[in-house]
């Protein structure tokens, strides 16, 4: 069995701290605001957050139900609770699942430690935006450096996972997690006194429904899949360690409450400062590396020493969220593979490593070498990002809705919800509506309305 954890989480805070620690990352600081930028501002900020509220929060009390029901990996849950069936490959597909975002994020998390450097060595000091574009792009088709940084994650994710150091990075991200919150505020502020951060403002705010397509409804859904670390296990692995007297309702709410507020953050930072400057929001991946450089750059252009305490700070902070959610995700295969095949962790451990830095470095080669090979018009790293986060996730978050809300018997759900009886139960009756209902006719309504069926 896998060993994380277990101590810490005894306590609310470890549970709580954990989860949350999977969930906040690059999806909320990345991926969030490109996202957004992509798709027009608020309109999508509104129905990601309806996606949160009655998709995300359900389908995290259900994988959190079905943890801490088995206790066993995302796999062996579903063959405790549902031996002999087919229900077992939903677990399956969502180790698949973890292994690829794993290959892709680790890409970007990689970014990060070149971006630590950058700041350290104070390269940001007199560059204008468009340098900072082209100093981006110029890095990141690079051939060599990014894969180096990727490689340089993922083994310092394999450290973590191998050693077991879980604690000191717990203890370390009570400390981490706070502070890059503090930080997200101060800078968050900055951004909106920058001139002309009106119209960022207003992009995140104010809402242009003409701007809705199908498209944004799956691209919406796919972040909150994403931001929440839901469909692929993850948090189905971490609940099998949790305490039988952890509410799992309130776990779920926190964790979202917070990994939304750190992406509506991250938006405040990123569009005024945007507009500010004139990069434009749908920049894509590239977006938060070209963005706040200039945030760091402008709004402490009196202040150099300021400058350069946040911006060292910021990637810091952002390769440590970065790291707590690689450590969720690689938990999931290592888990996996050392439990079904009876294998050593270290060992298992190693093939996850090694796989993802063999799919890593095809990712990150095709944002610059092979970036003329595609398929279905998209590369390597967007092929990547879209299936797992646009199919693979939802698809699955589909499967467990149905799986907690039709097919586990509903005294094990009850059981769970009120922790025995002991917790009080309206939640209880929206909960299993919502997943019986309204969980799964939404994603698949907004499935069929992507593939055009509905007109
Ligand atoms: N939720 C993490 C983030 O926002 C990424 C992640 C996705 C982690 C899926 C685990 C599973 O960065």
């Not at 569009?271 to 750059?297: C, H, K, R, W, Y």
Request: proline share 4%; aromatic share 14%.
């Amino acid at each position: 069995m896998a060993k994380i954890k277990r101590a810490t989480f005894g306590s609310k805070v470890g549970v709580i701290l954990a989860s949350a620690g999977s969930a906040v990352g690059l999806g909320n600081i990345w991926r969030f605001p490109y996202e957004t930028g992509n798709n027009g501002g608020a309109a999508f900020i509104l129905i990601y957050l309806g996606c949160v509220l009655i998709l995300g929060l359900p389908i995290m009390i259900s994988e959190f139900i079905v943890g801490r029901r088995s206790r066993a990996n995302t796999a062996g849950a579903y063959s405790v609770l549902a031996p002999g069936t087919p229900w077992k490959w939903l677990g399956r597909i969502g180790v698949l699942t973890a292994f690829l975002i794993l290959s892709y994020y680790s890409v970007v998390a990689g970014w990060t430690l070149e971006y630590i450097v950058e700041a350290t060595t104070n390269s940001f000091v007199g560059k204008s935006s468009s340098d900072f574009i082209t100093s981006f792009i110029t890095f990141s088709s690079n051939p060599w450096k990014p894969i180096l940084w990727l490689v340089l994650f993922l083994l310092g994710t394999h450290f973590v996972i191998v050693k077991g150091v879980e604690k000191g990075i717990e203890k370390s991200a009570k400390i981490m997690m706070p502070t890059l919150f503090i930080l997200l505020i101060v800078l968050a502020i900055c951004s909106i006194l920058l001139p002309n951060a009106g119209t960022g403002i207003e992009f995140l705010l104010k809402p242009d429904f003409s701007k809705v397509t199908s498209s944004v409804f799956l691209s919406a859904m796919a972040q909150a899949f994403f931001s929440l670390s839901l469909g692929m296990g993850c948090l189905t692995t971490y609940s099998s360690y949790f305490g039988k007297d952890t509410n799992l309702t309130k776990t779920a709410f926190s964790v979202g409450i917070i990994d939304t507020i750190v992406a509506i953050l991250a938006g405040l930072i990123i569009f005024p400062a945007a507009f500010s400057v004139g990069i434009q929001p749908d920049a894509g991946p590239s977006l938060i590396f070209i963005t706040l450089p200039n945030v760091f750059q402008q709004a402490f252009s009196g202040l150099p020493a300021l400058a350069y305490i946040c911006s060292v700070l910021f990637y810091v902070l952002l390769a440590v969220a970065a790291l707590t959610s690689t450590i969720s995700l690689h938990e999931v295969v290592t888990a996996y593979l050392h439990e079904e095949f009876k294998i050593t962790r270290g060992r298992a451990a190693t093939f996850v490593t090694a796989g993802c830095i063999f799919l890593g470095i095809f990712c990150s080669l095709s944002l610059g070498v092979t970036k003329e090979y595609t398929l279905f018009g998209l590369n390597t790293f967007d092929l990547f990002d879209y299936t797992t986060a646009k199919i693979m996730l939802p698809l699955s978050g589909l499967f467990i809705s149905l799986f907690v809300g039709w097919y586990l018997n509903k005294k094990v759900v009850k059981a769970e919800i009120t922790n025995d009886g002991t917790l009080k139960t309206f939640l209880y009756h929206i909960i299993i509506f919502l997943l019986r209902f309204i969980a799964p006719i939404a994603i698949a309504f907004i499935f069929i309305n992507e593939l055009g069926l509905l007109k």
